[in-house]
């Protein structure tokens, strides 16, 4: 169990909100549009978490070292920005977690690597959002995660030490962070790990299978 938790930081997609649909279907849009065959949800929901890069390679088999990759990588992002919160939906025991932090005086916040162009947005249009203390987006430092500059810079605007934050995310890299921050980490195993994901490899403090697992591993002050 965590002791002396100050502050509580999540990850965005796959941790928070289920984006996958929104996201597999930007993609899925530029296959149609080009006349090629529509796949389904389930062969983009492993890549979700890697936003376009994932999107593209799971569309079109692309890496970013493609030519094309820029451009097809707007148009992602275009097709994305236009249905940003159709689908997308927050995680079950998302609301009951937040309230369980809240209840307890512990403040808590969103680190992602979404851009702020995406995450602003849809964190004003997701009501539950409205409690959070900090939003730092993949933009808001010069350098995204795994890099520690979000989390800690997080830390900073709550006012918490990062000894006494712990951080929640379902891919590797926010353990990476977590870990570089000095921060707790948490693996939630419910999110988009990708394929063949092995998540013991990460050395996290902890692992969730569900949001409101995470109130087990905080300690009441």
Request: with cysteine.
């Amino acid at each position: 169990m965590f002791k002396n938790v100050a502050a509580v930081l999540f990850d965005l997609d796959g941790t928070l909100v289920d984006s996958a649909p929104d996201l597999g279907a930007a993609a899925d849009k530029m296959r149609t549009d080009r006349g090629l065959t529509s796949y389904s949800l389930d062969h983009y929901r492993p890549m979700a978490g890697a936003g376009a890069r994932g999107m593209l390679h799971k569309a079109f088999d692309m890496t970013p070292e493609h030519p094309d990759f820029p451009a097809m990588r707007e148009e992602f992002f275009v097709n994305y920005e236009n249905r940003l919160t159709e689908l997308t939906s927050v995680f079950d025991g998302v609301e009951h977690l937040l309230q369980s932090l809240q209840a307890r005086g512990l403040p808590w916040g969103i680190v992602t690597n979404k851009s702020a162009r995406f995450t602003d947005p849809l964190v004003r249009a997701t009501a539950l959002f409205a409690s959070a203390g900090v939003v730092i987006s993949g933009d808001t430092t010069p350098h995204a995660k795994p890099h520690p500059a979000p989390l800690l810079e997080a830390a900073r605007r709550l006012g918490v030490e990062p000894i006494r934050c712990v951080y929640v995310g379902d891919d590797e890299r926010d353990i990476v962070a977590g870990h570089a921050a000095g921060m707790s980490t948490v693996s939630a195993t419910y999110g988009y790990l990708g394929a063949h994901s092995d998540v013991s490899s990460w050395n996290a403090h902890a692992s969730i299978n569900s949001p409101v697992e995470l109130l087990q591993w905080i300690a009441v002050a």
